[in-house]
């Protein structure tokens, strides 16, 4: 057909993957624009209009399965989620980009967007509030994002960050260090560096993050 559906955080999960997919979109239309400046005069003239695409981001949570017998097997992702997906790139315009509110909320900060409002999808009993992609913003994570508008109180990493601290103390008296930081995702290595580095700044220093 003349549609494609994208799957993100499946079989490899990132914690960005939002981003991502939003990212990918709007890579997308830009490459878009590039090949039709190629295209041959001679296809340009039986086109009525450039190629165009709508996209749609959504987020939500699938069940995989396999669909299918013989060779005709393939791996899908089932549940409401695809089809929001679908009616989301239903609105948009010709060369947009277009997510759900549940997307916003994990990229805000990310992207300039166009609050379009709740809109009235087919076969979804409650309006969804939908934006459309304007292009990148300057912030790199969501974390550099969170640093902007306040972070809250670091709490229960008083000894991680002790050892950070004796560590500084030890580099600046000349004893060079290197500490490495690690975790799993989402359980605030982020925001203890970013306590030393406020800690290195109030003493004059040049904090990196």
């Known amino acids: 057909g003349d549609g494609l559906l994208v799957y993100?955080?499946?079989?490899?999960?990132?914690?960005d993957d939002a981003q991502r997919a939003v990212r990918t979109?709007?890579?997308?239309?830009?490459e878009l624009s590039s090949l039709n400046a190629r295209l041959p005069s001679t296809i340009k003239m039986r086109l009525p209009h450039p190629v165009q695409m709508r996209i749609g981001v959504h987020?939500?949570?699938v069940?995989?399965?396999e669909i299918g017998s013989g060779e005709k097997?393939?791996?899908l992702a089932l549940g409401e989620t695809p089809n929001i997906a679908a009616r989301v790139q239903g609105v948009a315009e010709p060369d947009a980009?277009?997510?759900s509110t549940v997307t916003q909320r994990l990229v805000q900060g990310l992207f300039a967007c166009q609050d379009l409002g709740p809109q009235t999808l087919k076969g979804i009993s409650t309006p969804l509030s939908l934006y459309r992609i304007i292009g990148e913003s300057a912030a790199q994570s969501r974390?550099?994002?969170?640093?902007?508008?306040g972070l809250t109180p670091l709490v229960g990493r008083e000894e991680e960050l002790g050892l950070l601290q004796r560590r500084w103390t030890q580099a600046k008296d000349g004893a060079g260090q290197v500490v490495l930081l690690s975790g799993e995702a989402g359980i605030g290595k982020s925001r203890l560096v970013q306590a030393l580095k406020e800690q290195v700044l109030t003493e004059g220093g040049?904090?990196?993050?």
Do not use: D
């Open 73 to 75: 097997r393939e791996i």
């Open 8 to 15: 993100f955080c499946y079989p490899a999960a990132h914690e």
């Open 25 to 30: 979109g709007v890579e997308i239309l830009a």
């Open 59 to 61: 987020t939500g949570l």
């Open 97 to 99: 980009v277009v997510m």
């Open 63 to 65: 069940v995989i399965g």
């Open 206 to 209: 040049a904090g990196r993050g």
């Open 143 to 149: 974390f550099e994002v969170a640093v902007g508008t």
